[in-house]
């Protein structure tokens, strides 16, 4: 007998689509990479580092083991605890390992574009995993094409592997500086041979990556959190324009590139990408949020009774700001934390279901209150248009919405999924009118400056921050918009089978 289907099911791709609208509305965390040299139980730390980086990727995720002789591979979509469990974790055998988790930035959201990629090359078995995006990748993607390469992917990231499988140099470390000597772009790469374990940042540095060890064993990590939750020490991040080759147990360190280039962290990272817990190249992450709230406040003040964040993107911002203004923090809106991508979702019967299902306001705390509502950003505004809305009916009398970030205007070229211009609210709107579309008595956003004076005191380092000043330090061919296929472009599509 065929299953009844409910009044109130929708289809896997309605689904789909409904649930790829709910988060559309942030930007969305890139990649992130993780990497284990000489460890018995290199697999399972492998897992553990993947697990604790999820939040930077959640639509794939890969790992692939080394034992001296061969690569042995496991690339899926979803989520780490669901991909590898122990069955699977005993198949990949050996004492190195590199993993991966993966948002997709450049090539659409595919099971062929899971990484680590892997090759076999006349120097031995090579596989790599890449956080970042490179800006002429579509340019030398054209050009190796039509000297006969195939590719298996459309990610951006398997034109590293082309170029290293193609260099005529004799060792594989020279083969890969060969090949990143030709990308521009952000990346941070953790790339497995047969017996060593190589790390490699740009020289802007726009992407973190972090050393470690874990007894004799050597740990990569694109931040830090993941070295604490498997007991590693923390021993520095990998430099801008560094790549460190790691092999029987030893370190060394080359500077494969002639040119010193300023700096550019991505600031992004620290205002909502990395964990709180994290620490990005020498500065607690929770901390720099803490002060942007700060700064927030100190250009944004409002008459207010208590300052409540959104859930969990506004959680420090909010504090710093609540502190500095000596207003009451009270997290009257909760957020459910078990939402999972996918689920039935009843049609058009329960108004604004996509923001109910992971927020909810705490009335009785909210009647007749003046609130600081304190998120991170604003991209498109329809989330704050619910919540403000929400707080509204919770009877909150006034609605002031502070941002700990300068309004978005610009896209992200080097790693970070975004929208297209015309779908940023702040593009082509002003201040007062992206507080009038999100219905807030008051709108205050962290100056430009403010952020980079924070960041000049607090991390002391330089920064990109092209999404907010549409300045960016490296120049972008237009093509390279072409391989890309964002979450926000792709709602529409059907989700691939794979």
Do not use: W
């Amino acid at each position: 007998m065929s299953e009844r289907r409910s009044p109130l099911a929708i289809s896997d791709a309605e689904m789909e689509r409904l649930a790829r609208e709910r988060v559309a509305d942030h930007f969305h965390d890139e990649c992130g990479v993780f990497g284990i040299h000489g460890h018995d139980e290199a697999s399972h730390i492998c897992y553990l580092g993947l697990y604790a980086l999820q939040h930077r990727g959640q639509e794939s995720c890969g790992m692939v083991a080394s034992n001296g002789r061969e690569h042995i591979a496991h690339r899926a979509m979803g989520l780490v605890a669901d991909t590898f469990g122990e069955k699977t974790l005993g198949r990949l055998r050996g004492r190195h390992a590199i993993g991966h988790v993966r948002y997709s930035t450049a090539g659409e959201s595919l099971l062929r574009n899971a990484q680590p990629i892997c090759a076999n090359t006349d120097g031995g078995p090579v596989s790599i995993a890449h956080n970042g995006n490179l800006v002429n990748a579509v340019a030398i993607r054209r050009e190796l094409e039509g000297r006969g390469a195939i590719f298996g992917s459309t990610s951006d990231s398997e034109v590293l592997l082309h170029l290293l499988a193609r260099s005529r140099e004799e060792h594989v470390e020279d083969r890969f500086i060969d090949a990143v000597s030709r990308v521009k772009g952000a990346f941070s790469i953790v790339l497995l041979t047969d017996d060593a374990l190589i790390g490699a940042r740009d020289p802007s540095g726009f992407r973190p990556l972090s050393l470690g060890r874990l007894g004799r064993a050597y740990v990569l990590a694109s931040e830090t959190c993941a070295l604490d939750l498997i007991g590693a020490s923390y021993e520095r991040d990998v430099e801008p324009g560094e790549m460190v080759v790691i092999r029987r147990g030893r370190l060394r360190s080359l500077r494969p590139f002639t040119r010193e280039v300023p700096k550019h962290f991505c600031i992004f990272e620290y205002i909502y990408f990395a964990r709180p817990d994290s620490n990005l190249v020498g500065h607690n992450v929770y901390a720099f949020r803490k002060e942007l709230g700060r700064t927030l406040a100190r250009e944004h003040p409002v008459a207010a009774d208590m300052v409540v964040p959104v859930l969990d993107s506004g959680n420090a911002a909010a504090l710093g700001y609540a502190e500095q203004e000596g207003i009451p923090y009270e997290t009257a809106l909760i957020r459910n934390h078990y939402v999972r991508r996918t689920f039935i979702e009843p049609a058009q019967s329960i108004r604004n279901f996509g923001v109910k299902v992971k927020h909810n306001a705490i009335k009785s705390f909210l009647d007749g209150r003046r609130v600081v509502l304190v998120d991170d950003s604003i991209v498109r505004g329809t989330t704050l248009v619910k919540i403000v809305g929400m707080l509204r009916v919770a009877g909150a009398r006034e609605v002031h919405v502070r941002i700990s970030s300068p309004p978005t205007i610009g896209r992200c070229h080097y790693g970070i999924d975004t929208p297209t211009r015309e779908e940023l609210i702040a593009h082509d709107h002003s201040v007062d009118e992206i507080r009038e579309i999100i219905g807030a008595d008051s709108l205050g956003f962290l100056s430009l400056e403010g952020l980079r004076r924070t960041a000049a005191s607090e991390v002391k380092i330089g920064i990109c921050d092209g999404c907010f000043s549409d300045n960016y330090p490296i120049p972008v061919d237009s093509e390279t918009e072409t391989p890309q296929l964002s979450l926000f472009r792709a709602m529409e599509e059907e989700p691939d089978p794979e």
